[in-house]
């Protein structure tokens, strides 16, 4: 017996040396990872044509139009090469202030040449025929795109975590790709989309499962008008195009069921961002903000937070590396 109790405490030390070791390792693989993103976004923050005018962000966007003709992959690595940067001398300190908020529309005016209007976030160019049977991110022909795409919607599933049945609503479906998987697993899930064609798509995408999604066409502002309470309300790639984020958190809140949860997935959401929140001025924002009038805002974590604890919500963050998409934030009520 004394044997025997002797070679597990061995084991057991040995166990603790391995870990100890392990983590050790680890923690200095982590430390390199992050020091070899941070050269790597320096390097390419010293490389980036830094904007001044509107006739330069539409040179820079006939630059997009030339790389669009031979891939989708090129006009992608031209987004990267500039940005527009005004002088935030004048922004408003307060970022819940209605003067802030006045700032954010005025600079979006001047770049997109029109006042800002939901009606803006349309998608004219959707063709149902082509994009019924070939949506995004298929049509890309990237295997990059396609592949994070494929990802975050493995770790949307992955990180909710819900039971069996579970209610969604899901704001800004789209081409209905997590739409889709999520009704296939059975769950009973609410789209939310500006854009009917995008809603027809998705209807003929989930046609035939026992549990199809219920499609209503509205703006963010719908979620006043639902009476349902949600097990996870769901914004991937979203909710940085609603103009009142912050009446959306509060209504949000609200429409939770008890252990309810809100997901932002792949959101702009970091305190790299220059001002507390506002719109977003990379390349390929800029190109969505002028060509199409989408509205595209970013958020400092440090605000987002303060917002969410203000509508008693906490805030965990979840970070994926294997793809750049694969940052996912959690927000539950706080405890009474």
Not at 105 to 132: C, M, P, Q, R
Not at 217 to 224: A, H, P, Q, V
Not at 259 to 271: C, H, K, L, Y
Request: charged share 25%; aromatic share 12%.
């Amino acid at each position: 017996m004394a044997f025997i109790n002797d070679y597990f405490l061995r084991r057991f030390d040995a166990r603790i040396v391995r870990d100890s070791w392990l983590e050790s390792v680890l923690s200095h693989q982590e430390a390199s990872v992050e020091a070899s993103i941070q050269d790597e976004e320096q390097d390419h923050i010293s490389k980036v044509r830094r904007l001044s005018t509107i006739n330069d962000i539409d040179n820079a966007l006939n630059e997009v139009d030339i790389a669009f003709r031979v891939s989708d992959d090129a006009m992608r690595e031209v987004f990267k090469t500039f940005e527009f940067r005004p002088a935030l001398d004048d922004l408003p300190q307060d970022p819940f202030s209605k003067e802030y908020i006045d700032y954010q529309f005025s600079l979006y005016e001047k770049i997109s040449g029109k006042k800002y209007n939901v009606n803006n976030e349309a998608s004219e160019w959707i063709d149902f025929n082509t994009h019924s049977t070939c949506p995004f991110p298929y049509y890309t022909q990237s295997f990059n795109t396609v592949s994070d795409q494929l990802m975050m919607v493995a770790l949307i599933i992955r990180t909710l975590r819900l039971k069996s049945g579970a209610k969604i609503l899901e704001f800004g479906p789209g081409w209905g790709n997590t739409t889709l998987a999520l009704a296939q697993m059975g769950y009973q899930v609410t789209a939310i989309d500006i854009e009917q064609r995008f809603l027809k798509i998705v209807e003929a995408r989930c046609s035939g499962l026992l549990t199809p999604p219920r499609m209503i066409c509205g703006d963010f502002g719908e979620i006043e008008n639902l009476e349902d309470s949600f097990d996870a309300i769901l914004f991937y790639e979203s909710f940085h195009h609603c103009s009142n984020h912050q009446s959306l958190i509060r209504h949000s809140r609200t429409h939770l069921a008890p252990g309810g949860q809100v997901m932002f997935a792949s959101e702009p959401i970091t305190d790299a961002f220059p001002m507390p929140w506002g719109l977003r001025l990379d390349g390929q924002s800029l190109w969505a903000i002028r060509k199409f009038g989408w509205l595209e805002l970013g958020f400092t974590e440090m605000y987002f937070r303060e917002l969410l604890l203000r509508n008693g919500l906490s805030l965990e963050k979840h970070n994926f590396p294997i793809t750049e998409l694969g940052t996912i934030f959690i927000a539950r009520p706080l405890s009474p």
